[in-house]
Structures are given as C-alpha cells and as structure tokens.
C-alpha cells in the first residue's frame, strides 16, 4: 500500500496550493479519503473527508469554503484544492484512507508520509 502526497510548499497568505494524493496496492474505491494536517507541537487533526464515490465531502470547521476536497477514482487520485491560505494553516499535510470518511485519525488504516505546507510572507 502506498499513499504518496505532493503539491506542498511555501505560499503567502492569501494564496493557494493544490494537494493531490496517489494511491496504490489497495482498492482505491472502496475506501474513504482523508487530509490530515499537523503543526509543530500539536496533535494531527482532521481537515477533510470525501466517501468512496466522491457524493459527499466533509470539512474540519477552520476550512470549510476555502478548501475543497475531491476524489478521481479512475486515477486513483484525491486532492484538496486550498484556497485563501492563513498562517495558521502551516503544517505537514497527510492523506489517509478508511473504510468511511471520517474526521477521527484512528478511523484510518492507511496514512502516507505527508507534504508540507507554509503560509508565510
């Protein structure tokens, strides 16, 4: 199983980057997505969750109307478009995938090595 993220790096508040997560050795499709993130000294917490049709998509509070979570499943692929970045969204983004979409980080059985993102001028 692998879940590699890439898109990361250094973006000014205000900006974007868009994340995308390939997925391989398992059955994409019957799996729920989610993004992760953790900053430095805190715990991971959840940002976004689609289901394994990509017909619903859940959000962490902070993010909600600035990120977009999506799902292509004949690529293997899920991506979180984000937008209006805040220095507070700075930290190691990860994907993860569960048999539902879920916002709790146990819930997940596979979880790739992460991206960083910094939201800095």
């Known amino acids: 199983v692998q879940l590699q993220a890439f898109g990361g790096g250094l973006v000014q508040p205000g900006g974007s980057l868009r994340l995308s997560c390939a997925a391989s050795?398992?059955?994409?499709?019957?799996?729920?997505m989610g993004w992760f993130r953790q900053a430095p000294g805190k715990e991971r917490e959840f940002v976004a969750a689609?289901?394994?049709?990509?017909?619903?998509?859940y959000y962490a509070d902070p993010v909600k109307g600035r990120f977009t979570i999506s799902r292509d499943n004949a690529k293997n692929v899920v991506t979180l478009q984000m937008d209006r970045l805040k220095p507070e969204d700075t930290a190691v983004y990860f994907c993860?995938?569960?048999?539902?979409?879920?916002?709790?980080?146990?819930?997940?059985?596979?979880w790739g090595h992460g991206t960083q993102v910094t939201v800095s001028s």
């Open positions: 689609v289901t394994w049709s990509g017909g619903s998509t």
């Open positions: 050795g398992f059955s994409f499709d019957d799996y729920g």
């Open positions: 993860a995938a569960g048999r539902l979409a879920l916002p709790r980080p146990a819930e997940y059985d596979y």
